[in-house]
């Protein structure tokens, strides 16, 4: 099974996440989101997959720092991926893309049913 984890390096869930692949020797490929962007394609793909409220994390400090425009903007997913690119951030994190679908967040009994 291919696994393509991606995320920011130094988020918790991230860690989290990497360490439970890791723990039951599940190899993945892991996409830097500081360091390699966010590809529009990938984010379109996976807001039609998942939903704009699951890959757009509201809860963080980025999210909140945005002016009122622009969380107008994200609430609507042709331009909230424009922001997403921007301030990857604001991406759900970790998202990991295998054989069976996506994930969005590491939550341990849906990547114990998936993988």
Not at 71 to 84: E, I, M, Q, S, Y
């Amino acid at each position: 099974m291919s696994i393509h984890l991606y995320g920011i390096p130094n988020c918790d869930t991230v860690r989290k996440a990497r360490k439970w692949l890791e723990a039951r020797e599940l190899e993945y490929a892991f996409h830097d989101f500081k360091q390699e962007g966010a590809d529009p394609a990938n984010l379109k793909e996976w807001i039609a997959d998942k939903g704009l409220d699951i890959v757009l994390n509201k809860r963080g400090t980025t999210y909140r720092k945005l002016s009122d425009d622009e969380k107008a903007a994200a609430g609507d997913p042709d331009r909230a991926v424009a922001l997403l690119v921007q301030h990857p951030s604001m991406i759900k994190r970790p998202v990991a893309v295998h054989s069976g679908g996506t994930l969005v967040g590491f939550k341990e009994e849906e990547w114990s049913a998936a993988f």
